[in-house]
């Protein structure tokens, strides 16, 4: 393992503990990291495995270096047992910049963000001919990393309910009173996962607005039913980071744009052959193991959906505090007549 942080300094009271415990696979690696605090003195763990060596390689730059980039100590655990010598190599190469910037984010935004204060809630969003059954695996992880679990549910409804415009409305209506009562009652950053119709009902909710009361720091789209054509940059200001997975086996989202009675231009087949566009914004990935209902799983949300989640959380743009006193001012600017004063 590595250790960093003013531990491994000369600070005669050193108030963190940073370290990289190194797996040999990414299959032993624990489903989140781990945060203590023993006697006044924050513990930060982060793991890491050796059959994923650039991100390995990124932790151990980004713990060499110091927050105005100037090198500092970083002390080497070699750990062995009876059989063999060093458990592991160190790699004798250096990261990727997209894979370094990634580990920066994930390592800086940890420290400036005091863990009491760091509210952060997970709505899930599920789609037609559902409860959600699903929220109950994802309760149980997002949870052990200190999120509040926030599922909109709607209740069962059939294909012939949601063709009608009036009750797509009324359900997204919901869902805006929803997403802004978890807004104003726990003062946090929002991610939200949708699927299916779930995708259709955010993403009407964020286009909706030209700026929109709550913005989303992390979107996983499952099972989409929007359009593979829609301009992912419409997001911009909205959304920080959009997550599509792409299941090309996905027999049930190809229904979604048939229906006539919808007509409408937000709906097609992104779930299955993904959005056409490129943006920063989004990060699609396929596999042929999903269809349409067996994505929502531990391993993935552990393992894909978690660290996405984790690494974003904050990274709209501004804090919900600030975007209320923004809000506020705005709305004194807009009923007051001075020029001063807009």
Known sequence: MFVGGSFVTDKQKPDDFDCIIVFEKESQIPDRTARFEIEGTNLDVFFCAEDQPDILASFIAVFSRTRDDRECGVIEVILRDE?????WEAPNFGPTPETLELARSIYFQRHVINWNNQRRALITIHGIRSHGEWNAEISHIASSSGWIIAPFTYGYVEPTTVARESERQKIVDQFRDHINDIFDRYNCNISVIAHSFG???VARY???FDVPPVYIDTL????SI????LDIDRFKGRVFKVINE????????SFAPLIGQWKDPLLGNSGKVGFKSSSTLLDQRTCEVFTHN???RRDVVSKRWMPWLEINAGRSGISPRALRVLTEYL???DDNDDDDFD
């Not at 059989?83 to 458990?87: G, H, Q």
């Not at 996983?220 to 099972?223: N, P, Y």
């Not at 929007?226 to 054509?229: F, G, P, R, T």
Request: proline letters at 3%.
């Open 83 to 87: 059989d063999r010598k060093a458990i």
């Open 199 to 201: 995708t259709y009902v």
């Open 206 to 208: 964020l286009l909706g």
């Open 220 to 223: 996983i789209l499952t099972g």
């Open 226 to 229: 929007l359009n593979e054509s």
């Open 246 to 253: 792409v299941a090309p086996n996905d027999s049930v989202v």
């Open 294 to 296: 067996n994505v929502i």
């Open 331 to 333: 709305a004194r600017a």
